[in-house]
């Protein structure tokens, strides 16, 4: 069973407009949360990360927001260009484990010019 | 430095050969780890190398075997893989701190074919 899913396979943005990527979780035991960003060939990226003790952590054009009550997370990039484009991983683990980290099975984001 | 090499980057291998895949990194990082990824599917983990000690073996098939000889160093070495076990494996590494275990530096990966 799934810990970690992110339910849209793909989204469509037009350049300039926001992207909002989701994942949802069902371990309540999860302490931190990463955006990991793969393009083809390429090993997956470390994007941006929050902690369970925040709810929103922001860096440049990337924003991830944690609703820990609902076990959602979602990145928010804004606004989104062309070289967004890509596979995009949410990851979470928990205190302890050594960097176990459960990947969802990501999502496609296309930005179209 | 900061990256996380592989070699080969493709690798084509019978069910009877004998291979390894190598991962390098110079970041003084401690913690290095090896991921499987399918087609279509998430990373998944295999093992963990902390302070080059093994501490995490997510249940692997003795027929993969890692090992760490130096800090900056991680192998995998193969042998009698299976079909099923065509993938991308993917190498990664983190400072190895409390905090900095989840931020992993992943390489390109080798796409491994076994025939």
């Given at each position: 069973d799934q810990q970690v899913?992110?339910?849209s396979p793909s989204l469509s943005v037009q350049e300039g407009r926001i992207s909002i990527l989701n994942c949802d979780y069902t371990n309540s035991m999860f302490d931190y949360f990463l955006?990991?960003?793969?393009?083809?060939?390429?090993?997956?990226?470390?994007?941006?990360?929050?902690?369970?003790?925040k709810d929103k952590n922001e860096d440049g054009r990337?924003?991830?927001?944690?609703?820990?009550?609902?076990?959602h997370l979602s990145l928010h990039i804004v606004p989104s260009q062309p070289g967004d484009s890509a596979v995009y991983f949410c990851a979470a683990s928990f205190r302890g484990s050594q960097g176990n980290l459960i990947f969802g099975k990501g999502t496609k984001l296309s930005v179209k010019p | 430095d900061t990256e996380v090499t592989q070699t080969p980057k493709h690798l084509v291998m019978g069910m009877t050969n004998k291979k390894s895949l190598k991962c390098e990194q110079h970041m003084g990082h401690r913690a290095m780890y090896w991921y499987k990824q399918k087609a279509k599917k998430p990373p998944e983990l295999m093992f963990v190398y902390s302070y080059e000690k093994l501490?995490?073996?997510?249940?692997?098939?003795?027929?993969?075997?890692?090992?760490?000889?130096?800090?900056?160093?991680?192998?995998?070495?193969?042998?009698?893989?299976?079909?099923?076990?065509?993938a991308l494996y993917l190498c990664a590494s983190s400072q190895g701190?409390?905090?900095?275990?989840?931020?992993?530096?992943f390489g390109p990966g080798t796409r491994l074919t076994v025939l």
């Open positions: 899913k992110q339910n955006w990991y960003k793969k393009y083809p060939a390429e090993g997956p990226t470390f994007l941006i990360s929050i902690s369970s003790i990337f924003t991830v927001f944690l609703n820990k009550s609902a076990k | 501490s995490i073996n997510e249940s692997v098939p003795s027929r993969f075997s890692p090992e760490c000889p130096n800090s900056s160093l991680l192998n995998l070495h193969l042998h009698a893989l299976q079909p099923e076990d065509s701190d409390r905090v900095s275990y989840n931020e992993q530096f």
